[in-house]
């Protein structure tokens, strides 16, 4: 298929493709495109790389520009400042319209011929999607979270006229696409009674694993603990993702003091970078952790694997939350196959993958007196460990691999292809949403 791949903006993109440290969401949507070109599929990837300027190029490394026609004419561009000045005058914020509309005129140029549209869902951003209704071009809608939503978890909730104008957006990708893909079964549930997304076109689809790349490994092992200084004995527990709200590592931090003023030898190894970074260094050293925790910061993809080879039990937190869990986390699937034994909390899509007891030790969220319990069961039960770390790793690699996440992946844009006939493209009929309820 020619596949016009949609990323939410270049820059992180260009970092994911080129092995440095980023955020899930891109390294996600590089080994998606990467698998699918492996597969024989040619893409063309369309991102803004700046504020109304676009790319549009088979090479994400080569910054192609996107062709413009009367977005890029003087006249445009001098409505574009004046509107902006005059909003600021106003105290009106940025409500992203004419950068909208200059990736839409990108796309009625870059999307003709293409066989569908596979597009990340980023906020204030329509313009691809109402360049596929125009053309007709069948659109594949990927859904990591509702973001609104997960500003006001952040506690930086979107408001006024932004909010507005953010929910109005995503309604619109929503009902623009043939099919939405999305991370978990809450996630779908959201979809429909939240914004009115018909059942029936949403696709859950969890994220995946190389199980070829993360794997147990004793050279790494052997090799991270050397670096770090950890004993060849000591128990060594891991978190490896972003520091946002809703990774609770102020709950792991809580359940390790008890654990290292019984067991001096115990290492907790924190592997990534966020927001609420520095306050959990400040509260590792308030609970006495300063020796026994370990923050790693930001690494690239490529060095996870020996941080995971060198664990012995990994922790998925997540905290008591407002609402229902919806993300697929990646570091779930890398702990599975890595074949360590697995703490997490149970909520959301975690629950439906992993079985307490089987393939890992699952605790409600927010409990630092269970997760510490959980660990210390592991820490003094080296077979426990091992049953749960080998059985995990079976689970990974019989169902969450990539090469099975991108033949579905296949298979839904085939499908988003087939079910318009040529006769009806350009209509919506048989796109992804019903009108949706009043918010």
């Not at 939410?8 to 440290?21: S, V």
């Not at 996107?66 to 005059?86: E, I, K, M, Q």
């Not at 609770?248 to 931090?253: A, N």
């Not at 089987?358 to 319990?373: C, E, R, Y």
């Amino acid at each position: 298929m020619r596949i016009a791949f949609c990323p939410p903006e270049l820059g992180e993109f260009q970092r994911a493709t080129a092995g440095a440290p980023t955020n899930a969401t891109y390294l996600i949507q590089a080994l998606v495109a990467s698998r699918l070109r492996e597969r024989g599929h040619a893409l063309t990837f369309i991102a803004p790389r700046a504020l109304g300027e676009e790319v549009c190029t088979s090479d994400p490394r080569v910054e192609t520009p996107a062709p413009r026609s009367w977005s890029a004419r003087p006249w445009f561009r001098t409505l574009a400042g004046g509107a902006w000045r005059v909003q600021r005058a106003l105290g009106v914020p940025y409500l992203n319209v004419f950068s909208n509309l200059s990736l839409y005129d990108a796309c009625l140029h870059c999307l003709p011929g293409h066989d569908v549209v596979y597009q990340r869902s980023a906020l204030y951003r329509d313009g691809i999607a109402r360049a596929s209704v125009q053309l007709g071009v069948p659109h594949v809608l990927f859904v990591e979270a509702d973001e609104i939503l997960e500003h006001d978890l952040m506690g930086t909730p979107i408001t006024g006229l932004l909010r507005w104008r953010a929910g109005r957006m995503f309604r619109h990708n929503l009902e623009a696409a043939d099919r939405v893909i999305c991370v978990s079964e809450p996630l779908k549930a959201h979809l429909v009674s939240r914004w009115g997304v018909r059942p029936e076109a949403v696709v859950v689809m969890p994220n995946g694993v190389d199980a070829k790349t993360f794997r147990p490994d004793a050279d790494a092992r052997h090799r991270v603990r050397a670096a770090l200084g950890i004993a060849e004995g000591a128990p060594v527990v891991l978190f490896v993702g972003n520091f946002y709200e809703w990774h609770d590592v102020e709950t792991v931090l809580n359940a390790m003091a008890p654990l290292a003023q019984a067991n001096r030898a115990v290492r907790l190894v924190l592997v990534g970078d966020g927001a609420t970074r520095a306050a959990m260094e400040q509260r590792a050293q308030a609970l006495g952790l300063g020796a026994v925790a370990h923050f790693t910061g930001l690494v690239a993809h490529a060095e996870v694997p020996q941080y995971m080879a060198a664990a012995d039990i990994a922790v998925v937190p997540y905290p008591r939350l407002p609402q229902e869990v919806w993300l697929s986390p990646l570091k779930l699937f890398e702990y599975m196959a890595s074949g360590v034994a697995i703490v997490a909390s149970a909520a959301g899509q975690v629950s439906d993958v992993l079985q307490d007891g089987v393939n890992a030790l699952l605790v409600p969220p927010g409990d630092a007196q269970a997760t510490s319990a959980a660990f210390g069961r592991l820490i003094d039960d080296g077979p426990l460990r091992a049953a749960l770390g080998t059985r995990a790793r079976a689970d990974a690699v019989e169902r969450h691999s990539w090469d099975q996440y991108i033949r579905r992946l296949e298979s839904v844009m085939e499908d988003a292809r087939d079910s318009r006939a040529p006769a009806t493209r350009g209509s919506r009929a048989g796109g992804a949403g019903a009108t949706p309820r009043p918010t």
